[in-house]
């Protein structure tokens, strides 16, 4: 929950379309790192089909 009080979060994280244009970004790399975070990042228990949904939509940001 968001209160008032709380501490504010990590900002540095890169947007959706700078992910998906980095070279080597795959949906199977994307999906890994939503089903398991680095530290900074939220771990929110994605199912693998949830993660690769996701991770497929990030990259139709991708630059052709």
């Not at 379309?17 to 999906?31: C, H, I, K, M, Q």
């Not at 790192?33 to 991708?62: D, S």
């Amino acid at each position: 929950m968001v209160t008032p009080s709380s501490k504010r979060g990590w900002t540095e994280a890169p947007a959706f379309e700078a992910l998906a244009n980095r070279p080597g970004t795959t949906v199977a790399a994307l999906s890994a790192v939503i089903q398991k975070p680095h530290m900074k990042m939220l771990n929110t228990g994605r199912p693998p089909k949830e993660a690769q949904a996701i991770a497929a939509h990030i990259m139709t940001l991708r630059h052709s």
